[in-house]
T-cell receptor, first 118, second 119 residues
Framework: SAVISQKPSRDICQRGTSLTIQCQVDSQVTMMFWYRQQPGQSLTLIAT?????????ESGFVIDKFPISRPNLTFSTLTVSNMSPEDSSIYLC???????????????FGPGTRLTVL | AQSVTQLGSHVSVSEGALVLLRCNYS??????LFWYVQYPNQGLQLLLK??????LVKGINGFEAEFKKSETSFHLTKPSAHMSDAAEYFCAVSESYPAGGTSYGKLTFGQGTILTVHP
């Protein structure tokens, strides 16, 4: 399994500012993902952040707005830039690791960062 | 492209009653399918997953789901609801890559179903 922590757990920010969210994993992982969960909605993938390569963004998400760093196999950051109230969401990181009980990988999610933009 | 549709954004059952949460998927390749649960103010927890082995998958907390290719469905059931089952449930699909491989890659989630359990 993988234990994932995120910082901060929640924050209230002013319009126009930026917030960097940290994701720390207790083991080395190659595949890491960042998701957004807007109020009352499902999870949407923002980008895939594999170590050693540039992050791959999904349609509707751009690097200038959501820059991602992946400096090593246990850590990643997501920055929400020039925030507006529409960015108010829960941001979650997830990792995929080799399964212990089967040949298939397992995916685990962090607890999320609840962001409110005023 | 892959997609997931969860029928019913809210489901309400009595304690001890059958729980049935519906999920239909669309995928251009054989899918991997998942059910996750999210308790209030908590992260996602995997309930169970289908990875092309047995079509009836048993998960944690007494939940199970059956993969029906002909119906493109992966409905979640539990014979007897408990108050502690009240949460939001998400169905998700991924397309393994490489095809038939052991990696899931990105997940596409359904809209979620909020389960309420009445005493």
């Amino acid at each position: 399994s993988a234990v994932i922590s995120q910082k901060p757990s929640r924050d209230i920010c002013q319009r126009g500012t930026s917030l960097t969210i940290q994701c720390q994993v207790d083991s080395q992982v190659t595949m890491m993902f960042w998701y957004r969960q807007q109020p009352g909605q499902s999870l949407t993938l923002i980008a895939t952040a594999n170590q050693g390569s540039e992050a791959t963004y999904e349609s509707g998400f751009v690097i200038d707005k959501f820059p991602i760093s992946r400096p090593n196999l246990t850590f990643s950051t997501l920055t929400v830039s020039n925030m507006s109230p529409e960015d108010s969401s829960i941001y979650l990181c997830s990792v995929e690791v080799r399964g212990l009980k089967s040949s298939y990988n397992e995916q685990f999610f962090g607890p999320g960062t609840r962001l409110t933009v005023l | 492209a892959q997609s997931v549709t969860q029928l019913g954004s809210h489901v309400s059952v009595s304690e001890g009653a059958l729980v049935l949460l519906r999920c239909n998927y669309s995928s251009s390749v054989p899918p991997y399918l998942f059910w996750y649960v999210q308790y209030p103010n908590q992260g996602l927890q995997l309930l169970l997953k289908y990875t092309s082995a047995a079509t009836l998958v048993k998960g944690i907390n007494g939940f199970e789901a059956e993969f029906k290719k002909s119906e493109t469905s992966f409905h979640l059931t539990k014979p007897s609801a408990h108050m502690s089952d009240a949460a939001e449930y998400f169905c998700a699909v991924s397309e393994s890559y490489p095809a038939g491989g052991t990696s899931y890659g990105k997940l596409t989630f359904g809209q979620g179903t909020i389960l309420t359990v009445h005493p």
